[in-house]
């Protein structure tokens, strides 16, 4: 089974909570803090595997959690780094957040990795808090969080050039003559109903790889028929060869579909509509090929573009189409960069925090610093929670509240802490 879309969550390892301990050893009196710190939470890292070609793994399986550091030691001992959790994915794979929509990475090449989800870092031990005024520091400091996201993975198959058009007009045909592919073959519409991808070789060193994409129908830019998971397919490709069906037994006209299939290709995404397009007219064996062959290329020549007679059946005609497509390929490749996505990441600074309000009149603190603040903090310490105040008077939280229309005994709520704000 073919699959080419997957939602995943993916969490990654919390870090270690910091020791809080002091030397205890004979003839050494009033030994100082010794507490160690927690170890880092184990990244979530998607890594591309050759021997995948699909998304059916996802599935199965969509939950991915990376194991927490180790918590720290007495002694100034560290607690151990988590390791990574890697999960595999096929050449191909567009990762997006699912939540924002930003696209993470594009992960076209074998062993190409990326960190998807990072490990929070080990809380500090109370050794790490002596000061030259404060000699026996008590806190220490719980792991961070790791991070935790909803992610869309895509895959778009890995294709030099791309045959098109409608339904059963010959393109499996085409690839499975060309190429040592075996896509199904039918006399019946959406016979193949994901992208088969085969190797043309027409001389030593010289090959490329050609993908059958499924049937397109007219309002597949729109979601119609399974158009979306078809044109996903083509936005890889660098050269496209438009499949017509010049026999008109089925009472197309293949100029008409020509312009269709294009206008779905330009409507859901432009960048398509400048591909190197080849005009392949089919069924050439067929006796009533020939007039229409005639008008075809007659209007291909205002249009520019070349038309090339075949028969899938015979394989009339396929040595020089697949000749001219393999041109078209060497001269894009030379013009043209890479075609990937492309990949936005936006900074937020972790200063920022925002207030809302619930329906049951509760005021809601959210922001990065904040956030890691109180999960880092063990409120049963009393330097901690000393620490906690000093630092939320110098966000201006306060404030911020007071602006917001907070009240004595209203209560406040930041990630899993709940208070009573008191004036």
């Known amino acids: 089974?073919?699959?080419?879309?997957?939602?995943?969550?993916?969490?990654?390892?919390?870090?270690?909570?910091?020791?809080?301990?002091?030397?205890?050893?004979?003839?050494?009196?009033?030994?100082?803090?010794?507490?160690?710190?927690?170890?880092?939470?184990?990244?979530?890292?998607?890594?591309?595997?050759?021997?995948?070609?699909?998304?059916?793994?996802?599935?199965?399986?969509?939950?991915?959690?990376?194991?927490?550091?180790v918590n720290g030691q007495t002694c100034n001992m560290h607690g151990h780094q988590a390791d990574k959790l890697y999960i595999k994915v096929p050449p191909g794979t567009l990762v997006k957040d699912e939540a924002t929509g930003v696209v993470l990475g594009d992960l076209t090449d074998v062993g190409q990795e990326l960190v998807v989800a990072k490990g929070g870092r080990g809380g500090r031990g109370n050794a790490r808090f002596v000061t030259s005024v404060h000699r026996a520091p008590i806190m220490a400091e719980n792991g961070e969080p790791g991070q935790e996201f909803s992610l869309i993975l895509e895959l778009k198959v890995l294709a030099d050039i791309g045959?098109?058009?409608?339904?059963?007009?010959?393109?499996?045909?085409?690839?499975?003559?060309?190429?040592?592919?075996?896509?199904?073959?039918?006399?019946?519409?959406?016979?193949?109903?994901?992208?088969?991808?085969?190797?043309?070789?027409?001389?030593?060193?010289?090959?490329?790889?050609?993908?059958?994409?499924?049937?397109?129908?007219?309002?597949?830019?729109?979601?119609?028929?399974?158009?979306?998971?078809?044109?996903?397919?083509?936005?890889?490709?660098?050269?496209?060869?438009?499949?017509?069906?010049?026999?008109?037994?089925?009472?197309?006209?293949?100029?008409?579909?020509?312009?269709?299939?294009?206008?779905?290709?330009?409507?859901?995404?432009?960048?398509?509509?400048?591909?190197?397009?080849?005009?392949?007219?089919?069924?050439?064996?067929?006796p009533e090929a020939q007039e229409n062959l005639a008008k075809l290329?007659?209007?291909?020549?205002?249009?520019?573009r070349e038309v090339f007679p075949v028969s899938a059946a015979t394989g009339e005609g396929l040595p020089a189409l697949m000749e001219r497509a393999l041109q078209f390929l060497i001269k894009v490749k030379a013009e043209e960069p890479e075609i990937v996505d492309t990949v936005v990441y936006q900074a937020e600074p972790d200063e920022e925090f925002t207030i809302s309000r619930t329906d049951d009149g509760a005021f809601v603190v959210s922001g990065k610093a904040i956030e890691k603040l109180v999960a880092m903090t063990n409120f049963d310490n009393e330097d901690a929670l000393r620490r906690f105040q000093l630092i939320w008077r110098k966000l201006a939280i306060d404030q911020a509240l007071r602006g917001a229309g907070i009240k004595e005994g209203n209560i406040v709520r930041i990630r899993d802490m709940e208070f009573e704000f008191k004036d």
């Open 297 to 304: 290329v007659e209007y291909m020549e205002k249009e520019e």
């Open 1 to 69: 089974m073919f699959i080419d879309r997957a939602k995943i969550n993916v969490k990654a390892g919390d870090g270690g909570n910091g020791m809080s301990s002091f030397r205890r050893e004979k003839f050494v009196p009033k030994g100082g803090p010794s507490g160690g710190d927690g170890g880092r939470g184990g990244d979530v890292v998607l890594i591309v595997d050759q021997n995948l070609n699909t998304l059916i793994d996802f599935r199965y399986k969509r939950k991915f959690k990376a194991g927490s550091g």
């Open 163 to 286: 045959l098109v058009g409608y339904p059963s007009v010959g393109k499996s045909s085409i690839l499975a003559t060309v190429s040592a592919a075996k896509p199904d073959i039918a006399a019946y519409h959406f016979t193949t109903l994901s992208p088969v991808l085969g190797v043309v070789s027409l001389r030593e060193g010289q090959s490329f790889i050609l993908a059958d994409i499924p049937g397109l129908i007219e309002g597949a830019h729109e979601g119609k028929g399974l158009g979306h998971e078809f044109l996903r397919h083509i936005e890889r490709t660098r050269v496209l060869i438009h499949v017509l069906d010049i026999s008109g037994l089925e009472g197309r006209d293949p100029i008409e579909d020509y312009h269709k299939i294009n206008d779905e290709l330009k409507l859901y995404n432009p960048r398509l509509a400048t591909r190197p397009q080849i005009i392949a007219a089919n069924k050439i064996d067929l």
